[in-house]
């Protein structure tokens, strides 16, 4: 089964700071994708930026870009110039490519961030 | 811009009822799911939804859940005979195609008591 880690229940940062949070994941499947979703207070899961597995090139999404390891099955999500609506809990999130079967998204604990003016 | 829809926003409902959650996905998109997040917990998927049938449900879709697509646009969640543990945010999303994105709705509280 595969399983999403990550190791920082909480991280906070400085208003236009940078800040990186972390995620491994273990699987044995060589296709896949790997999300990063924000939750707000307001509880609603929104899409921040998305991996496919084939592709060397890291995603990148305005402030928002990933460090995609494949080797070392690492994720993890840099976020440039934070602002203040970027304070939220953030959940990585692995699904395996299609072929296998399975379309559901399996989720790390979350990291919550804090952004301090 | 397209969005998944939820109603409602906040249940309440007593141990031993039957709730219904309902789902609005986005319109041209063809599959659908149902997570749930415990408070302070992970979310967990439960159940994927693509053809008029169920593609894939977890340990937890047990039983007492059942979906459905009643008309072209709703999608919902019965939960039968609901227990205290079943208090959770539940999520729906759906994507256009199996390998696309999924988009979430802003959820539905249950609050069993």
């Known amino acids: 089964a595969q399983t999403v880690t990550q190791s920082q229940p909480e991280m906070s940062v400085q208003e236009a700071e940078t800040v990186t949070l972390s995620c491994t994941y273990d699987t044995s499947e060589s296709d896949y994708y790997l999300f990063w979703y924000k939750q707000p207070p307001s509880r609603q899961m929104i899409l921040v930026i998305r991996?496919?597995?084939?592709?060397?090139q890291n995603a990148t999404e305005n402030r928002f870009s990933v460090n995609f390891q494949k080797a070392a099955k690492s994720f993890s999500l840099k976020i440039s110039d934070s602002q203040l609506g970027d304070a939220a809990m953030y959940f990585c999130?692995?699904?395996?490519?299609?072929?296998?079967?399975?379309?559901?998204?399996?989720f790390g604990k979350g990291t919550k961030l804090s952004v301090i003016p | 811009e397209p969005e998944v829809t939820q109603t409602p926003s906040h249940q309440v409902t007593q141990m031993g009822q039957e709730v219904i959650l309902r789902c609005v996905p986005i319109s041209n998109h063809l599959y659908f799911y149902w997570y749930r997040q415990i408070l302070g917990q992970k979310v967990e998927f439960l159940v994927s939804?693509?053809?008029?049938?169920?593609?894939?449900k977890s340990e937890i879709f047990d039983d007492q859940f059942s979906v459905e697509r009643p008309d072209g646009s709703n999608f919902t969640l019965k939960i039968r005979s609901t227990k205290l543990e079943d208090s959770a945010m539940y999520f729906c999303?759906?994507?256009?195609?199996?390998?696309?994105?999924?988009?979430f709705g802003p959820g539905t509280r249950l609050t069993v008591t």
């Open positions: 939804f693509y053809n008029n049938e169920i593609s894939e």
């Open positions: 999130a692995y699904r395996p490519y299609s072929g296998a079967g399975s379309y559901q998204l399996t």
């Open positions: 999303a759906s994507s256009a195609d199996r390998d696309y994105e999924q988009y």
């Open positions: 991996q496919e597995a084939y592709k060397q």
